[in-house]
């Protein structure tokens, strides 16, 4: 049945990174969601066959099937990485309950806010308002919808709701301080926004072990990037892709993490 299920979360997955895909595309040139897809190259209306998530791409060899243009990999590897993400959430969590589903579903909408977050900082270097202003709405209200569930008050200090407030403001104020020290050059204010929302999905201690986990994997890249490729250290990076890992792994592993930090401390 778990492999059934993780079929099924992949198979999901995959149709909503096809989304994401026309998404990601569109957002940033401020272009309708409605319209239908076409090849950028022909013009081509495309069809309902071309459009199947990974198979089509895989089906035509990553060609147009109008005008044999070749189709950007971005479009598998998008719709590959969210049907990993969505499979890969569902194994870790394996909900039994409506409290367990309900997390599952907030992680799978954290999941494709970061795919989103991922692919527009990397290919135009900014994170939009309006993304992170309605995914943080989202958010804070399936933790209040959680925090009904779980049967405690919505205001408990222990509580998901409480806790993603203190994360969003311990997220955001060493952001800012950077932010505002550096003027601006160390990190974006987009950054500085996305802090917010990074706060409110991990909460408080979490969002710290997700900048830990970030900082980690952003140093370990830019020394590979450093190392092997002409970047130079002023070569602008795209911190929110990092931070949009580590908040992954926080998210999934965070606590497990903490638990095993505070033990080899000594607490
Ligand atoms: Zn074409």
């Not at 198979?11 to 957002?27: D, E, P, Q």
């Not at 070749?70 to 909900?95: D, G, N």
């Not at 991922?118 to 290919?123: G, M, Y």
């Not at 969002?207 to 002023?234: D, E, P, Q, R």
């Amino acid at each position: 049945m778990i492999t059934f299920f993780s079929l099924a979360a992949f198979i999901f997955g995959s149709a909503i990174g096809s989304f994401l895909n026309v998404l990601t595309l569109r957002l940033p040139e401020e272009e309708s969601l409605g319209g239908r897809s076409h090849c950028p190259s022909c013009k081509h209306i495309l069809s309902s066959s071309d459009l199947v998530p990974l198979f089509s791409f895989l089906w035509l060899r990553g060609k147009c099937r109008y005008c044999k243009t070749k189709i950007s990999a971005r479009y598998f590897m998008v719709e590959l990485a969210t049907a990993l993400l969505f499979a890969w959430v569902y194994a870790a969590l394996l909900p039994e309950s409506i409290f367990g589903i309900v997390i599952l579903i907030r992680y799978w909408f954290v999941a494709a806010v970061f795919v989103s977050v991922f692919v527009i900082d990397l290919e135009h270097f900014v994170i939009l308002d309006k993304m992170v202003l309605l995914s943080s709405i989202v958010v804070a209200s399936i933790n209040i919808i959680l925090s009904i569930i779980a049967g405690s008050s919505v205001f408990s200090i222990n509580g998901l709701f409480i806790s993603g407030l203190v994360g969003a403001v311990a997220g955001f104020l060493p952001f800012y301080a950077l932010w505002f020290v550096s003027k601006g050059k160390w990190l974006g204010f987009g950054d500085v926004k996305f802090a917010l929302l990074l706060g409110l999905i991990l909460g408080w201690p979490q969002i710290y072990v997700g900048y830990f986990f970030a900082i980690m994997i952003g140093g370990f890249v830019s020394s590979i990037l450093l190392i092997f490729t002409k970047k130079s250290l002023k070569s602008r990076l795209p911190f929110g892709t990092f931070l949009t890992v580590g908040a992954f792994l926080a998210m999934l592993y965070g606590p497990l993490f903490l638990k095993w930090y505070l033990a080899f401390l000594g607490f």
